[in-house]
């Protein structure tokens, strides 16, 4: 299994980026998928994820700002992030699991990506 992260960068605050997470060798439609972040010197974060039953889970500090959505065909996930904050800032991970139940513990996450850098300046 394999996650392919791309699309993070440097931004202005009030600016928007949107990540993608493609999966090879997994099939989510029936698992949990999503993306945590973690700033220096912080705990790993679940930031989205959608579960097997399409249900969709967002922290309250993206809530509002933020979109999950999914390609089918493609196999791929995305992070659609406007209003982006400083506070935003962080490692941006792609994480899968098997299973259609998702979590907020990093360790109940079977694949990762190799992570994504989003910075937002003030």
């Known amino acids: 299994v394999q996650l392919a992260e791309s699309g993070g960068g440097s931004v202005q605050a009030g600016g928007s980026l949107r990540l993608s997470c493609a999966a090879s060798?997994?099939?989510?439609?029936?698992?949990?998928m999503g993306w945590f972040r973690q700033a220096p010197g912080k705990e790993s974060e679940r930031v989205a994820t959608?579960?097997?039953?399409?249900?969709?889970y967002y922290a309250d500090s993206v809530k509002g700002r933020f979109t999950l959505s999914q390609d089918n065909a493609k196999n791929t996930v995305y992070l659609q992030m406007n209003s982006l904050k400083p506070e935003d800032t962080a490692m941006y991970y792609c994480?899968?699991?098997?299973?259609?139940?998702?979590?907020?513990?990093?360790?109940?996450?079977?694949?990762w990506g190799q992570g994504t850098q989003v910075t937002v300046s003030s």
């Open positions: 994480a899968a699991r098997v299973g259609g139940n998702c979590y907020s513990a990093p360790n109940q996450y079977n694949y």
């Open positions: 060798g997994y099939t989510y439609s029936s698992n949990c």
């Open positions: 959608i579960n097997g039953a399409r249900w969709t």
